[in-house]
């Protein structure tokens, strides 16, 4: 027992080890000096109680992309689209802020409202193009992605343009009411917090406890017999797709009314392709979720100090939580056959473990 | 639009669409081999950082090509290696690999960015050039245009007309009976992918030392993906994947020149038609609906059945080779 508990703890933490010696690697090969790197980075996401509210506005909408993302990749689906479902959110709860002139307590739902429709429509048409239209989810997704970013930069030059002037800085400022209230001294606020944990909460039950996300699992793991026994595939698929799109949008409507108060060109903020890795990393289990999406948020925050303080390109963040993820995948591959070979008679299948071709098929 | 002006479109719409066409013959014979390379978008920005950067530190563009190469050939192997040693999926490694070579893009080219640089230089080729309208569209550019009508054959005759690329097809479709007739499966598709991966750095090096001169960045962001489709587009066939490449080299073009005539319409539009048209190519290769249409006359059918391809039996697909 306490072995296994030392074995799981160097293969956990092993990865993330030589992740941050890569990633020191990478800072000296620039000419940086790493120590004043990590602590800028420290200092730009944990320095004051207002950057860690920042921070916890950061881990909001990547929660709520990646609880959604939970859902798609149950169904063995990968929704690269979720960017674009996180952008339509923006955009609707952008329509509805400009359209609806209501006090804070019925405008502030209804944002909500609007946002979970932009993302839900906006993945359904992936859904369909992937069911029905047999356009594999990862380039439906990502031309509808691109689309999407062309819709903001359109409305953002064009119809909903600052007035006098044309610019691609983004719309003009939603009126208050739309706003998120936010804790006194703090950029974040109690309504997204808790929209993000009872979303994590309502995800993680359903997925484990439920026989809908039983079947959704059989959908993942193989859809033909999940087809075969009796499970709608092509209508559990577009629901998941759907769903994903709720809390895509979710996410897009926190960026749209508590981050920027207005819609930007880059409104996305990335959290979608942020989600997918903090899914991966998480090995697509919802506890571990709200924890990496932590360690992600912080280290995207952190970086972006980096630049100002210490002339190094912010993209250091990228750079070190892609390395942690692609090591630890590569190091449960490793993990895995180092387990096939010290036991060669049974076949361990991590949940990473491609489709094999055997010979029996043939 | 008078011929010699149309001449001079056609020659630059082939030119330019050398790095496209280098990326959709290097995907096409790793996906021939049954390894789905999907870190494209990021490889191809990598490698054309990299490419850039050793040209403009060292003013050697020999050295500049086969670095980018090797960034290509390298992340390749990551990805063939995780798959074929580890079993893992192709698609998550080559997905965190798309993000992680971009990043890695912009982090390590903050110094070149918007610097002045070498290039590649024009070369027509004596004597050939000046073939009336042959001449003008195929013999009138530099090495690296050359290269890729090279590439685009050399690929289409290394699979379809030798033994091994006979071979090459069937590990990619049966690897099993390919296997048991002796070929050593695994050993192959790690290095077609290696091949295929040098000339998605190919591709980035000619991005940014010929087609758009010099590094910013995310520059040739959108190629790799729009590289990926057009494999599909193509059937996994490199002739045909070529005659997509160049299809979308022309609308872009034709997108440029429509955008000068009307002006009003944003020039959004104009830059998402590429993922619209992506879209909408790959439901036309791939919809059932379309199918039936085409299967009620027999001659329709065969042309159909001619347009469109079938991927490789065992894309994406781990063998055990025991």
């Known amino acids: 027992m306490t072995k296994n508990f030392w074995t799981n703890l160097v293969w956990g933490v092993g990865p993330i080890i030589l992740g941050l010696i890569l990633t020191t690697l990478a800072l000296v090969a620039v000419g940086a000096n790493p120590l004043q790197a990590y602590q800028s980075m420290w200092n730009g996401a944990f320095g004051n109680t207002a950057k860690f509210g920042d921070l916890i506005l950061v881990w909001v909408p990547l929660l709520l992309a990646s609880v959604g993302l939970l859902i798609t990749f149950t169904a063995g689906l990968w929704n690269i689209g979720i960017e674009g479902q996180i952008v339509m959110g923006a955009i609707f709860t952008a329509w509805a802020a400009r359209a609806f002139d209501f006090p804070s307590i019925i405008l502030i739902p209804l944002l909500f409202l609007a946002g979970m429709l932009g993302g839900a429509l906006w993945a359904l048409l992936a859904g369909v193009l992937k069911t029905y239209g047999k356009v594999h989810e990862i380039f439906g997704g990502l031309g509808l992605n691109f689309i999407a970013t062309a819709v903001t930069l359109y409305l953002i030059i064009g119809p909903w343009k600052l007035p006098g002037i044309a610019s691609t800085s983004g719309t003009e400022s939603f009126r208050p009411a739309a706003w998120l209230p936010t804790l006194p001294g703090l950029s974040v606020g109690p309504i997204e917090i808790t929209v993000a944990l009872v979303s994590l909460v309502l995800v993680y039950f359903a997925l484990r406890g439920t026989l809908w996300g039983l079947k959704l699992k059989a959908i993942g793991k193989n859809t033909r017999s999940a087809f075969w026994i009796g499970v709608p595939t092509t209508r559990y698929m577009l629901g998941a797709f759907a769903l994903c799109g709720v809390f895509a949008g979710m996410a897009g409507t926190v960026q749209a009314i508590g981050v920027w108060h207005r819609l930007i060109p880059s409104i996305s903020g990335g959290y979608g392709y942020l989600g997918i890795l903090v899914v991966l990393l998480s090995g697509f289990q919802a506890l571990g979720v709200p924890f990496v999406a932590f360690f992600f948020s912080a280290v995207s925050k952190g970086s972006v100090a980096l630049p100002l303080d210490l002339n190094i390109d912010s993209s250091l963040g990228g750079v070190l939580q892609g390395i942690i993820v692609l090591l630890v995948v590569l190091s449960q591959g490793v993990r895995a056959r180092w387990q096939r070979a010290s036991a060669a008679a049974r076949v361990d299948s991590t949940i990473l473990a491609a489709p094999v071709t055997r010979a029996a098929e043939e | ?322």
């Open chain 2, 1 to 322: 639009m008078d011929t010699h002006l149309l001449l001079i479109t056609l020659a630059s719409i082939l030119a330019d669409s050398a790095p496209l066409v280098f990326a959709v013959i290097g995907e096409t014979i790793g996906e021939k081999a049954g390894v789905t390379n999907l870190s494209l978008d990021g490889s191809i920005l990598l490698s054309a950082m990299v490419g850039f950067a050793v040209a403009y530190t060292t003013n050697n563009l020999y050295l500049a090509f086969l670095a980018a190469m090797l960034v290509g050939a390298l992340v390749a192997a990551l990805i063939a290696f995780s798959s074929i040693v580890l079993r893992l999926d192709q698609i998550a490694v080559g997905f965190v690999l798309t993000l992680l070579c971009t990043d890695l893009s912009t982090f390590f080219g903050n110094p070149f960015v918007r610097q002045p640089g070498p290039s590649v230089p024009h070369l027509a080729i004596p004597i050939l050039e000046n073939i009336p309208i042959i001449g003008a569209l195929f013999f009138d550019h530099n090495v690296v245009v050359y290269l890729s009508f090279v590439a685009i054959l050399a690929a289409w005759w290394w699979i379809y007309k030798t033994q091994p690329g006979l071979k090459l097809q069937g590990i990619g479709e049966r690897p099993a009976a390919a296997f048991a007739r002796g070929t050593n499966v695994n050993l192959q598709r790690f290095l077609y992918t290696i091949v295929g991966g040098s000339l998605v750095g190919m591709a980035g090096a000619s991005y940014s030392l010929f087609v758009k001169l010099g590094w910013s960045y995310h520059a040739t962001s959108g190629l790799g993906w729009i590289a990926l489709s057009i494999v599909i587009f193509g059937g996994w066939n490199p002739i045909r994947g070529a005659i997509g490449a160049y299809i979308f080299g022309g609308l872009q073009s034709f997108g440029d020149f429509a955008q000068s005539i009307f002006p009003s319409v944003p020039t959004q539009v104009f830059q998402t038609a590429p993922f619209a048209f992506m879209i909408i190519a790959l439901l036309l290769v791939s919809n059932d609906a379309i199918d039936r249409f085409f299967s009620g006359s027999p001659v329709s059918r065969k042309i159909w059945q001619s347009l469109r391809g079938t991927p490789p039996g065992a894309l994406s697909t781990t063998f055990e080779q025991e």
